[in-house]
């Protein structure tokens, strides 16, 4: 059974980096052809992809995030973070972490719970 877990702040000063980490039990990072992948939804909007990180450890961003946004691996302990730089009120939302077959175009198999950030001073 694969399963992921976000965790983090719930709570970020704007101007501030917000940074999360997705801890993934059941399956590894590195094998199989896997994006390992962070979306946030805002209220009252959609699922916005932010970026994954393949199993390479080669990661993909949205270009619109793509200068605030940086998402990493430790392999030693299975899990990949994200980093979102100089945040503002806007990026309030809850992030989820999820993984998806990077040789399908199967949606996203697995999810995390989702994890509330809410960025306000």
């Known amino acids: 059974q694969v399963q992921l877990q976000e965790s983090g702040p719930g709570l970020v000063k704007p101007s501030q980096t917000l940074s999360l980490t997705c801890t993934v039990s059941g399956a590894s990072i590195t094998t199989k052809a896997y994006y390992w992948t962070w979306i946030r939804q805002a209220p009252g909007k959609g699922l916005e992809w932010m970026g994954h990180?393949?199993?390479?450890?080669?990661?993909y961003y949205n270009p619109s995030l793509t200068s605030r946004t940086s998402i990493s691996r430790d392999t030693s302990k299975n899990q990949f973070s994200l980093q979102l730089s100089s945040a503002t009120p806007e990026d309030t939302a809850v992030y989820y972490c999820a993984r998806k077959s990077a040789v399908s175009y199967d949606p996203w198999d697995y999810w995390g719970q989702g994890t509330q950030v809410t960025v306000s001073s």
């Open positions: 990180i393949a199993r390479t450890g080669t990661p």
